[in-house]
């Protein structure tokens, strides 16, 4: 009787604790979560936000941090990027803007500027460029448009049924879903993430230039 009597509050005392604790908040109350949860990247982009932020810096080191202000010109060419990772695991870069054409009327949700495939470790140089690199060009009076980064953990070296598209050319990045691509591929929830915002300056009509230039 007085074993039952402990079993009965070891079974309250754990059920109290989960409901208090639930695990999906304990996987999205991360500081890297915080910060795009702060800026809407939760729930626009991802439901569930990453374990750790993602190292990525630009030319000139310049660091992508939080939802910093980076100019246009800044994040022209596409960055370093590194993560801890142990060879024999193969890894998923997306980079999207949720913001396009403009924060008021986003009807490109989400925008995809790079993917990377099938990374075997954290050597990017090795994986798939499946969508190449573009960077930042906000159009005039469109906001402050943000640029998120998130890394997937594959569960094996995965065939991907995406088209590849070259660095120069805007067709088929418009309208992609971050979620609905995670959940084709289950991906799961993203193992590390960061983002950055940017807006217009003079220098974007320059920056389109040179892709309009290159596409072809």
């Not at 208090?20 to 800026?39: G, I, N, Q, Y």
């Not at 990027?81 to 980079?95: C, D, G, K, R």
């Not at 009807?107 to 495939?117: D, G, I, P, S």
């Not at 590849?164 to 879903?177: D, M, Q």
Request: with cysteine; proline share 7%; hydrophobic share 40%.
């Amino acid at each position: 009787m007085l074993t039952s009597f402990w079993i009965l509050i070891v079974f309250r005392l754990s059920l109290s604790m989960s409901l208090r604790w639930p695990r999906d908040d304990r996987l999205s109350d991360t500081e890297v979560s915080k910060f795009m949860r702060s800026m809407d990247v939760i729930p626009d982009v991802i439901e569930i936000g990453p374990q750790e932020f993602l190292n990525v810096t630009y030319h000139g080191y310049i660091n992508v941090d939080s939802g910093k202000l980076l100019q246009p010109m800044d994040v022209r060419d596409e960055p370093t990027v590194q993560w801890p990772a142990a060879i024999e695991h193969y890894y998923t870069l997306l980079m999207v803007n949720p913001d396009a054409p403009s924060v008021v009327t986003p009807t490109n949700r989400e925008f995809l500027h790079w993917m990377v495939l099938n990374i075997p470790g954290n050597h990017l140089g090795m994986g798939d460029v499946r969508v190449g690199y573009m960077g930042a060009t906000p159009m005039p009076g469109s906001g402050t448009h943000r640029f998120v980064f998130l890394l997937y953990k594959q569960k094996d070296y995965t065939k991907f049924d995406f088209p590849k598209l070259p660095k120069h050319s805007t067709n088929g990045r418009s309208g992609f879903k971050v979620q609905g691509f995670v959940k084709k591929y289950k991906l799961g929830c993203p193992v590390a993430g960061n983002f950055f915002t940017s807006t217009w300056n003079e220098d974007v009509p320059a920056l389109i230039k040179a892709i309009s230039h290159g596409s072809g």
